[in-house]
């Protein structure tokens, strides 16, 4: 699991969006980039202003989909006649 903690009202917004609708949410933290479900949204409510911090569950690397298409079976034109 990846905790990010955050102030960003506008961002906190957008990850509780995600985890309601049950998408996937990404994150940029420093070099790192994050991707997976929003498992949880806390407030901290001791601390001024208020921060945040999202638990995210990463979701594995997808692979090239672009190679593994089916060829068509559709024979051409130009194989009836030849």
């Known amino acids: 699991m990846f905790t990010y903690e955050?102030?960003?009202q506008k961002e906190v917004r957008r990850?509780?969006?995600a985890q309601f609708n049950g998408r996937m949410?990404?994150?940029?933290?420093?070099?790192?980039?994050v991707t997976g479900l929003v498992r949880s949204v806390l407030e901290k409510e001791s601390s001024v202003p208020p921060r945040w911090t999202i638990?995210?569950?990463?979701?594995?690397?997808?692979?090239?989909?672009?190679s593994s298409?089916?060829?068509?079976?559709?024979?051409?034109?130009?194989?009836?006649?030849c």
């Not at 949410?25 to 980039?33: E, L």
């Not at 638990?55 to 672009?66: E, F, L, M, R």
Request: charged share 25%; net charge positive; no cysteine.
């Open 6 to 8: 955050t102030a960003d």
């Open 55 to 66: 638990t995210i569950v990463p979701s594995p690397p997808k692979g090239n989909a672009g």
């Open 69 to 81: 298409r089916p060829t068509p079976r559709v024979r051409t034109f130009a194989d009836d006649y």
């Open 25 to 33: 949410a990404t994150i940029k933290s420093g070099d790192s980039i």
């Open 15 to 17: 990850f509780r969006i």
